[in-house]
Every structure is written in C-alpha cells, then in structure tokens.
C-alpha cells in the first residue's frame, strides 16, 4: 500500500501562546479507515470529537510527529529575517526528516501550504530535507479539506495547540479566550494582563496586535507626563 505522510499546522495567526504542526505517516488502507471515521478538516469539527478522533488517529497512524513552535522561536526567527511562511517550511520539513528515516519505499508527502506561492515554497522546503530519493511532495491549498492524512495531521495540531493553551491558562491563572486577536476576551487580556504576563513568554510579541497595544500605551505614559 501507499505511503502517504500528511502535515498541517494550527494556530499560525493567534497573539497568545504556540503554533502547532503535525505530520501524520499512514497507507491507503489506514486513509479508508480514516475516512469512515469521519476524520476530515480540523476546523469542521467540535473539540470533543477532534479530541475523539485524535485518540484514533494515533492508534492507527504507522507514525505521526508534533511539533510546537512557541511565541519567543516565532518573535526570534522573525526578528532574524525568517517570515512564519519559512518557519513553517522549516518545521514542515523536519517532520519530514523525522518520519522518512527508516523508509525506503516511495514516499508522497501533502503539506497544507501556508504561502500564496505554492511552487517556491515547496522548493524551500525541498531545500531542507536531508533525504530526498522516494520522497515525491505536493504542496497545496486546502489540502486539510482534500486529503486524509492532512485532515489527520489538522487534527492532530490543533490538539496539541489546544492543550497548551489550557496549560497556559492554568499556569497563569486567567482565561484569555482563544488567544486570537479578534476575541473579545484576548483583547481585554491584552489591556488588563499584557505588563504582568510578558515575561511569562506567552505573548508573540512581533505581531501587529502587540505592538499597537504598547504604542498606545507609550502614548498614554506621554499624555500622563
């Protein structure tokens, strides 16, 4: 049977706390099976059943790899000159690296591609992979809604991101919502919290959101002044 090795990330665009990519290894019968379940693109399902059908796809993966990519990697790589597009091909073809190590048959990998140039973004990632014979890769937009195993790996990342934000949450004590900028609760988070909690490295500091919110808050320092 083919293999089929499916990355996805979540939560590229939140303020508040990690990024989360996932690569999921399976065959074809394992994306029949998978299908029957109902695994399809993370964003289409509640938590409850994401969490549900995570729980299956590992048992039934041949090999999946998770990866986090916290606030301070994201704000250092993009303080460096590396934009989240290449952050993401960087950890994309980790995963790669990681899941392709002992395979010799042909691997096709589908990536959920973040960037609107699917053909040099593919390239970079091609860059980075340190094993290149059998490995055929597609990148592609919406590949979590055409692909099993990249609704898989959707499944999987945003997982793993939703329960390191419950961590953080219990760690600080508060409920910041869903961390995104457009939330209600983050934004009121952000105005009450955001001194406290900074060096707690939860914030992505080189987002426009944060660094609006401390404009506005050396501009009131002025006007007390």
Known sequence: MGLILGIDEAGRGPLIGPMAIAGCLIDEKIEIESKKLGVKDSKLLLS???ELLAKKIKEKAIAYHVLLIHPYEIDSKIKS???LNR???EKAAE???QLSKKIEEPLKVVIDCPSPNKELWKKYVL???TKQDNIFVVCEHKADKNHIAVSAASILAKCAREREVAKLKKKIGKDFGSGYSHDPKTQ???RQYSKEH???GIFRETWQTWQNHKKQKEQKKLEDF
Request: aromatic residues 4%; without cysteine; hydrophobic residues 40%.
């Open 198 to 200: 900074k060096k707690d």
């Open 127 to 129: 860059r980075k992979i």
């Open 95 to 97: 995963i790669i690296n």
């Open 48 to 50: 409850k059943k994401r």
């Open 188 to 190: 009121e988070f952000l």
């Open 81 to 83: 000159g590396v934009n």
């Open 87 to 89: 952050v993401e091909a």
